[in-house]
């Protein structure tokens, strides 16, 4: 995903969405640590949706479907504030991107896949807010069964550690205050983060993952 300071969510992927979805009724898990070293660690794909709101508004949103945990792969659609929306392709290699409306396929490099949240490393996301001392308390039921959230405030410096691409496009903030819901699997299935942005403009932004599954295939698309 392209980086502006109105738009720097990651899809990553970053981040992604709505939380809240009516409790089912199972015990929330106990231990976040002990739930990330007991997940399967085998790659998987996921519903993604990404959004980041500025001063409250929201100028960006990204929803399609990723690859995770063998390098950052899927396809998704995003739209900014103000522009036509986009059809974007992420391979290991390189994103591909092209207006929904139709038109010809621009080739970037495969870093402009993420934005400030660590979407190819949420496990290692979290682990980062544990090391920073973030505690489990109760999160909400996020579709998925009960969670553990994990708060703390972090700076750029201690993101690059965890992904140094995410964590250079948050250069020049203070500080970022991050959130992690894991679920019961072990899984990263909601993140946000919150800070300035150099203009002064308070930045948040969301990323949720749904409906996990196999892996899909993703190929290059054909000019």
Known sequence: MRVRWAVVAGAG??????????????????????????ADPAPRSAQLRATSFQDGAQVYLAQGRINLGAGLTGRLTDEVKGHPGEDVVMTAAHVYRRPTAGGSWQLFDASTAEGGIPTGN???YARLLLDHGARAVA???????????????????????VDPVAGGHLDGIASVASDVWVDGKGRVVHVEQAFFAPDGSSVKNVLTLR??????EVTAPKS
């Open 13 to 38: 992927l970053a981040g992604l969405l709505l939380s809240g979805c009516g409790g089912s009724g199972e015990a929330a898990p106990a231990d976040a640590g002990t739930l990330l070293d007991a």
């Open 122 to 124: 949420l496990p290692g």
């Open 139 to 161: 999160g909400d039921d996020e579709g998925t069964g009960p969670t553990r959230r994990l708060s703390a405030r972090i700076t750029p410096a201690d993101l690059k550690e």
């Open 211 to 216: 409906d996990f599954g196999a892996p899909v």
